[in-house]
C-alpha cells in the first residue's frame, strides 16, 4: 500500500523559509518521478515542482527561482525547500508520483504572513 506522509510546513513571515519533506512507502521510489503540488483555498491543485528519477527538475513560473525540489532515494523522501516565501505561496502541499498519482497524503499547510 502506498503511503506519502508530508511534514515541514507551518506559518512564516513573508520573506521567510520553510522546507518540507515527504516520505513514501510502498513504491519502489527511485524509480519514480516525484512532485510537489499545492492548494490554496478555492484554487484548484497544482503541480509546483517536480524532480525526475534522474534528477532532473522542473518548476511552475511561480516559484523558479525561489523552490528547490530534492530528493534522497536511500531514505525516500523528497523535499521542498522554499525561499522568499510570499502570502500567495499560502496553500496545502501535497507529494506524489505525476505520472502515476497515488492516494493522496493529509499534505502540510503552510501559511506565508505579509
Known amino acids: 500500500q502506498v503511503q506519502l506522509v508530508e511534514s515541514g510546513g507551518g506559518l512564516v513571515q513573508a520573506g521567510g523559509s520553510l522546507t518540507l519533506s515527504c516520505a513514501a512507502s510502498?513504491?519502489?521510489?527511485?524509480?519514480?518521478?516525484m512532485g510537489w503540488y499545492r492548494q490554496a483555498p478555492g484554487k484548484q491543485r497544482e503541480l509546483v515542482a517536480r524532480?525526475?528519477?534522474?534528477?532532473?527538475?522542473n518548476y511552475v513560473d511561480s516559484v523558479k527561482g525561489r523552490f528547490t525540489i530534492s530528493r534522497d532515494n536511500a531514505k525516500n523522501t523528497v523535499y521542498l525547500q522554499m525561499n522568499s516565501l510570499k502570502p500567495e505561496d499560502t496553500a496545502v502541499y501535497y507529494c506524489?508520483?505525476?505520472?502515476?498519482?497515488?492516494?493522496w497524503g493529509q499534505g502540510t499547510q503552510v501559511t506565508v504572513s505579509s
Open positions: 510502498g513504491i519502489i521510489f527511485n524509480s519514480n518521478t
Open positions: 506524489n508520483l505525476p505520472f502515476k498519482v497515488q492516494l
Open positions: 524532480i525526475s528519477n534522474g534528477g532532473s527538475t
